[in-house]
């Protein structure tokens, strides 16, 4: 089955600084990469995803790339915030549009913004 | 409009007890999944219901878990002779299925069980 890791596991920076978080999975017949954010005590919250025929998808201050010969995906945060600490988390699915989508997520990067 | 909800948000239960986890997916959404997400971890799938019936239920551990969704809309996660090691979150998450796009999934805020 597939798997999806991500790394670094922790990653802290100053406000406004740009965040990176990156993601490799195994199976090249994943097609959909969709990125939850999560807060203490709430459930995963879609960010942003993208789809396998697509490299890159931008949206305000957040976008993501896809490399696919590579197998890997990252998550760029810009003019970062002290409301964008959380946990992110990547995921993986082989089948988006099938009928079942069930995600493979990765173990999650606990990112802290610095006032 | 509401989003996924899921009952009780904690669950405290002795080893041996049986416990249910309920799940009320977005409205019109045919598509229900449920995932276990244990301390410091991502999301593990469970099972999957298209409608009324489970079309995946490959991640339930063993056969000490059950899930139904009988009308095609509520959701529960059924745990019999809880074990110390069934302490996680459970989240529920819903999506519409709409065939127009990614399969998006919405999550609820997840049950908190543990297990003492």
Known sequence: GENVEQHPSTLSVQEGDSAVIKCTYSDSASNYFPWYKQELGKGPQLIIDIRSNVGEKKDQRIAVTLNKTAKHFSLHITETQPEDSAVYFCA???????????????????????? | GAGVSQTPSNKVTEKGKYVELRCDPISGHTALYWYRQSLGQGPEFLIYFQGTGAADDSGLPNDRFFAVRPEGSVSTLKIQRTERGDSAVYLCASSSKSGLGPDTQYFGPGTRLTVL
């Open chain 1, 92 to 115: 993986a699915t082989l089948n988006y549009t099938g009928a079942n989508s069930k995600l493979t997520f990765g173990k999650g990067i606990t990112l802290s913004v610095r006032p």
